[in-house]
């Protein structure tokens, strides 16, 4: 369990549960809990620990957290700094929960509003708290028909598989995709969408989560543990690549000419080189907050052509066991942290 921590007194207990958290104050100052991290490392650098709550800006809103969607750049940047600064750190973008406050020049909403959106990637990071504030565009109205666990699991990963099949691949309808890790967080709302598309599906995912897939709408499973995905005679239109690496590479030879190779992480060096032979685009993609993207997103959700299924949830003060969980990269859809 993560212990409780200012920034004053970094061992002391808090009492303070985060329900009653709207009426906690130091000095007359409004705080919140925030599970935050004054150095990298593994889940253990994480503390529960008592931070002001933060004011809403320019065109922000302030949004009381209910859930917190855990996505791997959490477990990543919480040991490296990839893209954002050294610590003192508060992770987590995406964020389901109600409109406290809003900042000037906001007309999109106001209190009492129930949202849910992916923060600003990746400076925008800090949801895993009891509050955060966040652009008004990060933003859409959380649909009705999910409670804000599941809607805290969609946002990232749901609008990194709409960029990805929609806005950069144009996925139309009689076309064949192709998924890797389609049991995951990004993976298995990508399935959905390209289903919904009305493309043909492969998925690639360990054996025993086929069943899963083909709940999702998955036309052709490949076990990655015992099949190659390469050995194949298929020719896919759009490869979406969530593993990077020699995958990237790989996953040129089995695009039609005219194909897209969209990948979620680093190729190989030599995908550049193999793209342009085999004549098929191959782009890196790195998701950007999108309220045309949330809003497409919550209308698939109202149509009920999108479910985010989540596998786990962890309450904010044991954020430090859902990222241990997660970063056994095994996860089959999403885990989310509950805050109140
Ligand atoms: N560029 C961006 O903007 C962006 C956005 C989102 C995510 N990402 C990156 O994309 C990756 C995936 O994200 P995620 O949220 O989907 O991760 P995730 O939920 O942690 O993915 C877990 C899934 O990966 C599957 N998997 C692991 N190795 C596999 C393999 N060799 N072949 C097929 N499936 C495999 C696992 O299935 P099995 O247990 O069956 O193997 C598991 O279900 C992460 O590295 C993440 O950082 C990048």
């Not at 550049?272 to 309220?291: F, G, N, P, T, Y």
Request: include cysteine; aromatic fraction near 4%; glycine fraction near 10%.
């Amino acid at each position: 369990m993560t212990s409780t921590d200012t920034p004053e007194n970094p061992a002391s207990p808090n009492p303070a549960a985060p329900d009653g958290a709207q009426d906690s104050a130091r000095d007359g100052a409004p705080v919140m809990l925030a599970l935050h991290q004054t150095a990298l490392g593994g889940p253990d650098v994480l503390r529960l620990t008592e931070l002001p709550r933060p004011r809403p800006g320019l065109g922000e809103i302030l949004v009381a957290v209910h859930a917190a969607g855990l996505n791997p750049t959490d477990f990543k940047h919480r040991a490296l700094s990839i893209f954002l600064p050294p610590p003192p750190l508060t992770l987590g973008w995406d964020v389901s929960g109600t409109v406290v406050e809003t900042g000037f020049g906001v007309t999109l909403f106001q209190p009492g509003d129930e949202v849910f959106g992916m923060l600003p990637y990746p400076y925008g990071a800090g949801s895993h708290a009891e509050y955060v504030t966040g652009p008004t565009r990060a933003f859409a109205a959380k649909p009705a028909g999910i409670d804000h666990v599941e809607a805290a699991a969609l946002p990232l990963a749901a609008l990194t598989a709409w960029q990805a099949l929609v806005d950069t691949a144009d996925l139309r309808a009689g076309q064949r995709v192709l998924i890797h890790a389609a049991a995951g967080g990004v993976g298995h709302l990508a399935v959905q969408i390209a289903k919904e598309r009305g493309a043909h599906v492969t998925g690639t995912a360990s054996a025993p989560k086929h069943g899963f897939l083909r709940e999702l709408g998955a036309d052709v499973c490949v076990d990655h543990n015992a099949e190659d995905f390469t050995d194949t005679e298929e020719r896919y239109d759009v490869v979406l690549d969530a593993l990077g690496g020699e995958t990237a590479t790989r996953s040129v030879s089995v695009l039609r000419p005219g194909g897209v190779l969209v990948s979620l992480l680093a190729g190989a060096d030599d995908t550049q080189a193999a793209a342009e032979k085999a004549q098929v685009r191959a782009v890196s993609l790195l998701v950007e907050h999108d309220q045309a993207g949330m809003r497409a997103i919550a209308e698939l959700v109202d149509r009920g052509k999108l479910r985010a299924h989540v596998s786990g949830t962890f309450p904010l003060a044991e954020g430090a066991r859902a990222h241990a969980q997660g970063e056994t990269g095994r996860t089959t859809g999403k885990l989310v942290i509950t805050v109140r």
